[in-house]
């Protein structure tokens, strides 16, 4: 390390783990995004849910149990805390009864943050919140490439009469032409369906779909090359909903679907991330009401970690 | 029983509890109110909570806790099944995404409901639902007494910048006269509150407020009988929030307070409420995910069968 | 104490409360009664109940809870070690699969105990078992007194078909003649029921009926001088139905009733049972699979403590 | 679609997940199987389990769940209700007191429900329910086919002095000549064992044993195909012990045994059962109060789906 | 409000509860006491602990709870946030394997910050803690008076061979001379004990002791006025331990005992306390991991407000 | 088997689950291993864990759950019970408040059983007991080969300040000569570190790591022909943290880590260390606190079972 010197969480080998504040991964915190390179950020929404709610604890609880990570990826031997400065910003302040509201909230939100330079790495919350975030990330970089990690395509067109929800995200910036359409892949996807032909309308975009049947009983490592030859070296934005993941693995989560990938999977799909050009990242559905040992959480930070380890300048020690 | 012929559940003497459809209290579902005195319906929301959700599932279940319900009313000896003609008809379709044009939905079912005479028993749901359903109820009944059972005054002005949630309807009630102010009683309010004096507002408008330290440490028998007194023979609303309750009665709460009423409070407060003029109920505010027993709801469902038991015309055993 | 040595459990003074194979308040195990003046042993069946099951693990997990009792009774200073050999002597080997037939294990069981002049204080299992306990019992001393303290009458006569389930014990026991009907007390009786006159029977053979509502916000130390002037100096069967007590205080339970008694008085119906010739104790229907933080398994353990104090012949400090 | 008309669930698309009624898959409740191809029914009872009980909420909690369910398969295209006329047609209504004469009950109701041509869907309950159901199903079918999906043979001859419970219902089909043993596969066996050759039985009758140890880190599409070939044209009944399943994706279960079957691997099962003449299906052992996020009813609700999707005559898009 | 400036946390009218970085009452967070009148602080050991652990994560629960509270007391009309500076300060770093070093690391944390001129009120984590922080108040104020709520004395001598525990703190504080022992009070005290007169070395010192027993089905606000005689205008520590109060109000702590005081007692104990001169507070033994609905956290949060409303120089409105 | 006798647990089919004292596979309690070729133990603390803590209700809750274990092994057809004198021989009676003590008083006691000839099978309890396990071990057969399954490597130099905890013991017991450090493999490793190479301490020392991502999607049985190899016929210790397991497998546990083992590669490895001269096991970290289900005590008493299943001397049926 030269003359600049970076946040580095306490050590749970000098301080332990239970002891104080819970911040993301025992980062300091900070009001804004000033000075720093990355970004923790919560949106405590659940008010986009179909289904069980709960969400909008996923932030705290994700902070709660981040207390486990330590400084290095042992298994990548990613170094962030020795290339980026890294601290947790907070959350948003939504607007609990009005979710579009909570969009522009997080709209205006993600603009201040995105001008400084920062990459957000937002714990949600429920998936509507994507729309917004992609709004805020489309006007600084341009259309971006997506790489969704989900159950479900999220491209429904209405819900309930609603225009806004969780199960439409990515329809809405694909009307607003926030995605780079060529550059786009989802990846887990299955469960039952409204028509026969479920991803029909992603197809149409040129979105690359992949099933979670064609994931079964593999390593998503090949799968990771190719999407790294499709995603190139444009801005990439990366939106991790933990029901990707098997219920098994993820447990504390609304609209769970069986079936699903691995732990292990999902971590291949974020290690292979690497070398994208990504701006920005989330992980979002973690519902503590229904994760009783804190475990979809403690995943989830673990996640959110790997993503961080991934980001453009990382050093890696070897 | 004369020549009419009442809905009657299936007792558990012949049909075992687990067995059947979960509808309230084991009652036949119908799709409307038509033909009924009374109607237990649900309004499964939480979008007006501003802490944990999970009310959503309030209705879901109270109905499958209620299959502990027997006929008749151990306690006072009503024969409610003698005497009216009830049946479970069902949940509003709510809108998830839009908590104002639910109100909307809800106002306009219960106009329905309420056109056919019959009284409706609603299971929520988060508090914000008492705010249409008082809409339809003073639509048909004019400005109606209050029965305001509940930990917190309900009272708030805007939250969040919001005027509809589950901390307003009552203020909002008052602002469009649906209430006769005279005849309002909120009975359990406590807590820690936004001004030093919490319930003036309420007191401005008329309301008697009993907060839950006038009732410690003794029956409310006597208070109920003030109660009748002030709201004498007009229409009367009952609205309980299960948060009334102590935690330790009622743990499976969005928004739960410290030192509330006991469950036997509770059943003296609805059985004090025999001989008013009720013309319509409900028990908000259980919330599942927080209910791991089932006894939250299982306690809803007890309390809105003794809702039911001081009906007007409900016949008692002595 | 004479030259008599008596089983002491080891003192979590001296023993980690953790450490050690889970006996009921960490006394010695032995298979028979042989030798003993009271014994606890568990009849771990559920197959009796009519609503949520569990309660075969109730003597399991009453043994694990009870390692938090401490020799001496804090309240009363009572002393049961100095007083009589008390032995945990394990399980009646029921039958799951033909509850008629766990009937007769547990009648026999019963008779070969009652044969050494041990008093049994029996962990339930659900209330099915007083059936066949109190056959063996009434074959040794005639026909007892009975202190019954339950949210329910069990003196159902056929349900589903069937005379043997948990909730037609007692009718079967007065059937029989296995009660002297004029000295039976039954305590904390409530809840929605079959017929608008809920106890008349019980009434009609002679019992004393004391309902929960009778009980509300008061000691029941003036009842239990009544009870003792009821039941005289003859043989008394303490049945205590940990449903008696409130949810709140005993949330895990099968078949919950709102509005019951508080531990407070449980406790001082046990203790006003001092002075009573007791020849035998339960304490059923705890359902571990509802009692997540052991709470209610706890509290059965000291209920039965609490009886273990009021045996003949115990000797208090003061 | 051609003039006839079926059922089909609401979409959540237009009706709120939480709204409503909870039957299964939201499909319209009947109270007999008349005109239906196929219908779903609970049969709740766990009163034949040897270890945890909760089986006999096992209905409800599937029926609560599967609101999850959308009308058609996203894997596979099936379009199941463009093709049959499907109902929830409710519980049957057991005895819980008596074993031996709720399988009576049972294949009565069976009987019934089998005369009418429709085929049906059970929600479990313990495994002991099968052997009534084939009693019903050998009467109508003659000897069945049996594609038998557990961690555990169920082919015990006595246990605790008995003939009926969950772990012999097999041996009695069997020993009745239900079943035609030449076409039957049990899939997913393992666990400790009353003896070192533990399915020396099972394949003594004929039929093909799969030993999960078998299955461990491999597709099972072509076992498939192999017990397609092994059971060709004749009727086929299919028995899915959810047990089948790891507990780490199937926590609700009460005779959970480790290192089992994979979620994928249940699902590459059933849809492998496509082309087979299946004449009845179940999927029993969901336990509630061991499933506290509802995940494995959830499991469960799928499984069912994926069930009706395989049925003869079912409509695929592809 | 004069010139000077006080922290108010941000009220959940304008800021949603769930957004923000868990501190106690959505305080700031400081790294010291400087400048503060009182500070939360918290302690975060289950090492003292003799039965159930967990109390390590008090602090992090009570905090995430504690986005319920709002800035007035709603019954007593304090405003605490009108009168003193307030923060939350964060934890005392522990050292988790060895006991006597901890009590070390608190003893050198509150002379630091007693220095200041701060009063602590602290979150526990376990009862041990008391001694220590003792020894810091000690060395401030001289011997100091004791409202000590308790289910158990916490004087015991010697535990598994140690003379440090949650057993033990208050036998150190007295063998130190660190309480003015004619102005000691213990109130709640029960449950089975190791001697038939469990209270005697209690007595002995001088404490006046309140068993459980004597404050059943009562008010204590009479007690407490006699308590406030006996205190005089000393200084005075509370220390309140959340077993103080029965389980059916907190059940999420280590060492329950039954037949407890009522969360409407704790509030007046704690209310009736105003008026003494409180050095320092202490809320101990919340154990999250049997506190499922994070009930007992809030609870205790609760508490720990009702505390800071009391401390002297709080501005009533009345 | 010849004229030797051995102890047998009673059959499910012959003793209800349910029923009896909790003992380890129900076997007999005997208080010393006098006797017997094999012993469980439990070692109940949990005072050296870092993050959360429970393992004190390890050897309770394995216990528990262990009634689910029939006397054979169904997988490899061992029959542990015709080769091996075996009994349950309680709990070391550990010293809650200090950990050194602790460790001493482990140490003392496993002096004991191995003086015997038995060889111990632990239940932890944390993993800082195998530091003290291993002390005696060595004592009595030298410095012994280790097969150590964990997500973590368990040798950190100093934690706290301290040198005794969870994350510490190999590196102890490395510094004591107590392992034949050629002879050590460690598999599982993974998680964040403390450092970019965080295994080095441990290859420095010999020891073969086999990190968890080598073990993604594969079966280990080819690791375990390897792992055979290396560590040849001498004696052998083999620590099993259940935390090498997936939490979606194991979620009952202090420190998880994601993207572990599967439970079907846990006992891969127990089976492939058939052969290997065992001379001691434990099977640590499993914390009923976060084991709602009971299944990850369920797992541990299988994989306990598995071990003792490849002993030396045990007889296979094939």
Redesign the interface.
């Known amino acids: 390390m030269s003359g600049k010197s970076y946040n580095v969480p306490p ?13 993301m991964a025992k980062l300091p ?1 900070q009001e804004t995004a000033e000075g720093l390179d990355a970004a923790f950020i ?1 949106v ?1 929404i ?9 969400a ?2 996923g ?2 609880q994700i ?2 149990e981040s ?9 990548t ?3 962030p805390y020795e290339s980026l400065m890294v601290a ?1 910003i ?12 909570t969009c522009k909230r997080i709209r205006e939100a993600y603009r201040k943050i995105l001008k400084t330079g920062c990459i957000p790495l937002t714990m949600g919350g429920d998936h509507t919140i994507a729309y917004p975030i992609l709004q805020a990330v489309a006007e600084r970089h341009g259309p971006v490439g997506l790489v969704h990690v989900d159950a479900h395509s999220d491209t ?1 067109d ?5 225009k ?2 969780h199960g439409t995200p990515f329809r809405r910036c694909v009307e607003e032409g926030l995605l780079d359409c060529s550059r786009v892949v989802q990846i887990g ?11 029909a309308w992603s197809r149409a975009q040129g979105f690359r779909v992949v ?1 979670a ?1 064609e994931c ?4 998503l490592v090949p799968l990771m090359a190719e999407v790294r030859e499709q995603l190139g070296a444009g801005p990439v934005y990366l939106s991790f909903d933990i029901d990707a993941l ?4 993820a ?2 989560t609304g ?5 699903g990938l691995t ?2 999977q ?2 291949e799909i974020i290690r292979g991330c690497r070398g994208l050009n990504i701006v920005g990242c989330d992980l979002v559905e973690v519902s503590p ?2 994760d ?4 979809t959480a ?2 989830a930070a ?2 959110l ?1 790997e993503m961080l380890c991934v980001l453009p300048k990382i050093k890696y ?1 070897n």
């Open positions: 050590s749970a080998e000098f301080v332990a783990r239970v002891s104080g504040i819970a911040t915190f919560g405590p659940d008010t986009g849910t179909s289904n069980r709610p709960g909008r604890f932030p705290r902070r709660a207390a486990m990570l330590r400084p290095y990826n042992g298994g031997r990613a170094a947790d907070g959350d948003v302040n939504v607007n609990l009864y009005d979710l579009k509201d429904g209405v819900i309930l009469g609603e806004i929800g996807l299955r469960g039952s369906s409204y028509s026969p032909d479920a991803y099933q049947d079964w009983h593999k390593s098997d219920p098994a693995f447990p504390g609209t769970p679907e069986i079936a732990t292990i999902g971590v009401p229904y009783a040992t804190g475990n403690l995943l673990n996640l970690f020690y």
